[in-house]
């Protein structure tokens, strides 16, 4: 089910359990707002294995103009996004914000819940008066992002330490 306010709840089928529930009742995973804090361990894990959730804290994460949104499963953080209020030198707009550490924990891929998170940082941005959202996807992603709409820059770049991105943008309406 889903509702409009900024909470989405999705229901996972069996299929899509992988045995996470030893009975065959439905899991619902809940699409919120969260705190900065709350992705750090997801970034730690899945973004940036190998280093300290404090390496993990970005500048920006507790301005006012920056929101975190969780895949929330019986209260475990499961899937994050960040979006930054932030201008970009290829978008004339200042009216942007920048998508950061998109990551879901491995054992719930292909369910559904980057689109959903995506979908929820998206909405938030238009209710600030975003007209663009933009970012350094890592190449492995581009594919989930062309189909969720975003433009993409196929000239590849290297960032240290993280690996080859490309930058892609969507224009919100």
């Known amino acids: 089910m889903i509702s409009s306010t900024d909470n989405t709840s999705v229901s996972l089928n069996e299929s899509e359990q992988n045995n996470h529930k030893e009975n065959n009742q439905k899991e619902t995973v809940e699409i919120r707002r969260i705190e900065a804090y709350e992705t750090l361990s997801l970034r ?5 294995p190998g280093q ?3 390496e993990c804290v970005f500048p920006g994460d507790d301005e006012p103009t920056t929101f975190h949104f969780g895949a929330l499963l019986n209260n475990n953080v ?3 996004v960040s979006i930054f209020s932030q201008e970009h030198e290829k978008i004339s707009s200042t009216r942007c ?3 950061r550490a998109m990551a879901t924990d491995p054992e719930y891929r292909h369910l559904g819940l980057g689109r959903k998170l995506l979908q929820a940082a998206e909405h938030h941005a238009r209710q600030f008066g975003a007209e663009y959202l933009w970012a350094n996807a890592r190449t492995v992603a581009q594919d989930f992002y062309k189909k969720c709409g975003y433009d993409l820059d196929n000239t590849i770049f290297n960032i240290e330490d993280i690996g080859p991105h490309i930058w892609i943008n969507k224009t919100l309406s």
Request: glycine share 8%; proline share 7%; aromatic share 8%.
């Open 44 to 48: 730690s894990t899945v973004l940036r």
């Open 52 to 54: 300290p959730e404090s």
């Open 78 to 80: 499961i899937g994050i």
């Open 97 to 99: 914000f920048r998508i």
